[in-house]
């Protein structure tokens, strides 16, 4: 158990649609990075949020959005669904001395898996 | 993201055999974390490595930041069948996307009783 929870576990939506993915940090942590993991593959970096702000982020397009609270829980927004976006998203958190600091260890949750048709 | 070469890319072994497997890249990285991950589930982190030449263990497993800072290998000694599963590099650096872990594809660890 790593204290990161992440909802809902599957879904399934239609090309086209948006869906919005949520993630609760481990308790004490300040920095949520969502990754996206296709089947057979490593996961890819989509983007950081460190104190409520997008800290760094992947080569994915402008239709993967996120955001994050005060309490440092974050969802993760993709709008206009592709076939291609189907893929297990990955929520992890760790603690970040500043924003520039090393994000060190990342402990993920066990994912989203969304199948878009 | 950096490219990171992981091998090999499976492995079929049996119960008490020792496992060892490595991660290579182009670019120098900072950090290399090794996780495992299994079916419907998300990477649990086994062990992360800070300096150049950092040699750590966690029980079974021992792994190495290899001198150059391109490179990292894990090892598993006398396997045991819980430790199926997929097992991922990461290394991590900063660039202009921010600080963040590249993985690689993945070693697959199959243990027969």
């Known amino acids: 158990e790593t204290g990161v929870t992440q909802s809902p576990t599957h879904l399934i939506k239609t090309r086209g649609q948006q869906v919005t993915l949520r993630c609760s940090s481990q308790?004490?942590?300040?920095?949520v990075s969502w990754y996206q993991q296709a089947l057979g593959q490593g996961p890819q970096f989509i983007f950081q949020y460190y104190r409520e702000e997008e800290n760094g982020r992947g080569n994915f397009p402008p239709r993967f959005s996120g955001l994050q609270f005060p309490n440092y829980s974050s969802e993760l927004n993709v709008n206009a669904l592709e076939l291609d976006d189907s893929a297990l998203y990955l929520c992890?958190?760790?603690?970040?001395?500043?924003?520039?600091?090393?994000?060190?260890?990342?402990?993920f949750g066990e994912g989203s898996r969304l199948t878009v048709l | 993201g950096q490219q990171l070469n992981q091998s090999p890319q499976s492995m079929f072994i049996q119960e008490g055999e020792d496992v060892s497997m490595n991660c290579t890249s182009s670019s120098i990285f900072n950090t290399w974390l090794w996780y495992k991950q299994d079916p419907g589930e998300g990477p649990v982190l086994l062990i992360a490595l800070y300096k150049a030449g950092e040699l750590t263990s966690n029980g079974r497993l021992t792994a190495q930041f290899g001198i150059t800072r391109k490179d990292s290998f894990l090892n598993i000694s006398a396997s045991i069948p819980s430790d199926v599963g997929i097992y991922f590099c990461?290394?991590?650096?900063?660039?202009?996307?921010?600080?963040?872990?590249?993985f690689g594809k993945g070693t697959s660890l199959l243990v027969t009783p």
């Open positions: 992890a958190s760790s603690f970040k001395s500043g924003r520039y600091a090393n994000t060190g260890e990342l402990f």
């Open positions: 308790s004490g942590h300040n920095t």
């Open positions: 990461a290394g991590q650096l900063w660039t202009n996307s921010g600080y963040a872990l590249n």
